[in-house]
């Protein structure tokens, strides 16, 4: 019977890392404006602005019931093409007016160092779906806890040829 109890103590200890859970939060619908011989420039903050990764941790643990959150890894990050910006039923939109795409974390405070999160190149001209290959070392939960925010760097940015519209997700997983 003793056996039992201490085994039954050490359980959360033998367990801790190994409970986990995902949590998603979605990407804002953005437009990419058309060329626009005014200004041909394309900039990085329009096609991906600035966002706040936004996961209240404190309410989903509690509703889950389990301990304190003791790391959040990346899991995804998806692109997805959207009909919004589609001028008429023959628009057909893809990712095509960039060559490469990197997604950054840091702290708003700037209080940790901004760290490369995810990157995609070399994708399909047709791609209407963008899943982009993650850096799943990077503990998030400190940038999480200091309030984090995502930003992007694009190469080879030029405008679409009509405006072209976005959304997407970003998946998180945290271990208990």
């Known amino acids: 019977m003793k056996r039992r109890y201490l085994s039954l103590l050490f359980l959360p200890i033998l367990a801790c890392g190994l409970i986990s859970f995902d949590l998603d939060q979605e990407i804002a619908e953005n437009t990419v ?16 602005p600035p966002m706040a990764l936004s996961l209240n941790l404190d309410q989903e643990i509690a509703a889950r019931e389990t301990g304190p959150a003791s790391a959040a890894y990346l899991k995804a990050i998806t692109l997805e093409i959207t009909d919004t910006a589609k001028s008429n039923p023959s628009d057909e939109d893809f990712f095509d007016f960039f060559q490469e795409l990197q997604i950054f974390i840091e702290a708003k405070d700037a209080s940790l160092p901004k760290k490369k999160l995810a990157f995609i190149k070399d994708f399909s001209a047709k791609s ?49």
Do not use: Q
């Open 33 to 48: 404006k058309g060329i626009d011989l005014l200004n041909p420039a394309l900039d990085a903050n329009t096609f991906f």
């Open 128 to 176: 209407t779906v963008l899943n982009l290959t993650i850096d799943e070392s990077i503990d998030l939960l400190p940038y999480i806890n200091a309030g984090a925010k995502i930003s992007c760097a694009a190469g080879g940015l030029f405008p679409p040829k009509d405006d072209v519209s976005y959304k997407g997700k970003i998946t998180v997983t945290i271990k208990i």
